[in-house]
């Protein structure tokens, strides 16, 4: 069974710092396209950025450009999300993703076959 833990988030002042972690157990995490996804008041799961299994294509919401960085470590099991210059609109819970079909899009959540718990990140302006 594949396992997806996230930890990181917080309550952090606007124009601060998050990194989000997830850690990836049960399953040929080199393989897995990963990506994060997040959920505000909206109640839509919103895509904020993905990557490939090789960690060299990489993809992002245009919000989040230039300010966030998605990697992945593939000896650790581990995928990574660095958030910078964060405001109140990014205030949200934060999912992480693991995708085993290289031919959809990864953009769509409903294509995902395993999801994390989610972190909260709450941005304060």
């Known amino acids: 069974q594949v396992q997806l833990v996230e930890s990181g988030g917080g309550l952090v002042q606007a124009g601060g710092s998050l990194r989000l972690s997830c850690a990836v157990s049960?399953?040929?995490?080199?393989?897995?396209?990963m990506a994060w996804f997040r959920q505000g008041t909206g109640n839509v799961r919103e895509f904020v950025a993905a990557?490939?299994?090789?960690?060299?294509?990489?993809s992002y919401e245009d919000s989040v450009k230039g300010r966030f960085t998605i990697s992945r470590d593939n000896a650790k099991n581990a995928v990574s999300l660095q958030m910078n210059s964060l405001t109140a609109e990014d205030t949200a819970v934060y999912y992480c993703?693991?995708?085993?079909?290289?031919?959809?899009?990864?953009?769509?959540?409903?294509?995902?076959?395993?999801w994390g718990y989610g972190t909260q990140v709450t941005v304060s302006s």
């Open positions: 993703a693991a995708l085993s079909n290289r031919y959809v899009s990864p953009r769509d959540s409903a294509n995902y076959n395993y």
């Open positions: 049960g399953g040929t995490f080199s393989t897995f396209r």
């Open positions: 990557v490939s299994p090789s960690g060299l294509v990489i």
